[in-house]
Nanobody, 116 residues
Framework: QVQLVESGGGLVQPGGSLRLSCAAS????????MGWYRQAPGKERELVAR???????NYADSVKGRFTISRNVAKNTVDLQMNNLKPEDTAVYYC??????????WGQGTQVIVSS
């Protein structure tokens, strides 16, 4: 079974940057896609960015040009570089992995707060 552990959240001022990292352990070869979702208070969880089959990337329109997702296969990590952060980026960010058999796995979440 694949397990996911996130790190890198915190408090940052508007316009600042943060880098989230998610480390995967287990049968890494079973992973189809990895990505990041977020959930703000009172809102549904939404896709932020994901990498499918190590090649294709998807981004939410709201983060295009500001966030970059990258996957390091050797280290079994997926990172999210977040630049020019806005208050509306405040949320709990969750790492997600979808296995080739269809199972969706989640990390425990890491809080990101963008505030002056």
């Amino acid at each position: 079974q694949v397990q996911l552990v996130e790190s890198g959240g915190g408090l940052v001022q508007p316009g600042g940057s943060l880098r989230l990292s998610c480390a995967a352990s287990g049968i890494i070869s079973s992973i189809y896609s990895m990505g990041w979702y977020r959930q703000a208070p009172g809102k549904e969880r939404e896709l932020v960015a994901r990498i499918i089959n190590l090649l294709n990337t998807n981004y939410a329109d709201s983060v295009k040009g500001r966030f970059t997702i990258s996957r390091n296969v050797a280290k079994n990590t997926v990172d999210l570089q977040m630049n020019n952060l806005k208050p509306e980026d405040t949320a709990v960010y969750y790492c997600n992995a979808v296995l080739k058999v269809g199972t969706s796995l989640w990390g425990q979440g890491t809080q990101v707060i963008v505030s002056s």
